[in-house]
């Protein structure tokens, strides 16, 4: 069941990411840096990018992703959360990134 999120909302601790099939994470072979491809192009990621696109599997809950991001960087979740949820959603609207519920 697909779900979009209304405005600015935040996710829902319960929806489950998943990252489109026709778009997958790679190194780029000339610069090395992680990317997302998909099949009109390309987005640069950042590390923080790097780490949430593994973790949108459609099993891990946007809570259970944001509560292991704020363990690697040894933050609080709540002061991951927002950019998480707006990062997330920024995906979702250039249809890469479905939420499951």
Do not use: W
């Not at 509560?67 to 995906?91: G, I, K, W």
């Amino acid at each position: 069941m697909e779900d979009e999120p209304a405005g600015q909302q935040p996710l829902a601790q319960h929806t489950r990411p998943r990252l489109v099939a026709k778009a997958r994470m790679q190194i780029d072979k000339v610069s090395g840096e992680p990317v997302l491809l998909y099949p009109e192009g390309l987005l640069l990621l950042n590390t923080t990018g790097a780490a949430i696109i593994p973790l949108c599997d459609g099993k891990h809950t946007f809570l259970e992703i944001v509560m292991e991001l704020a363990a690697h960087y040894n933050v609080s979740p709540e002061v991951l959360r927002s950019d998480v949820s707006e990062y997330l959603v920024r995906l979702h609207k250039r249809a890469l990134m479905d939420f499951n519920l």
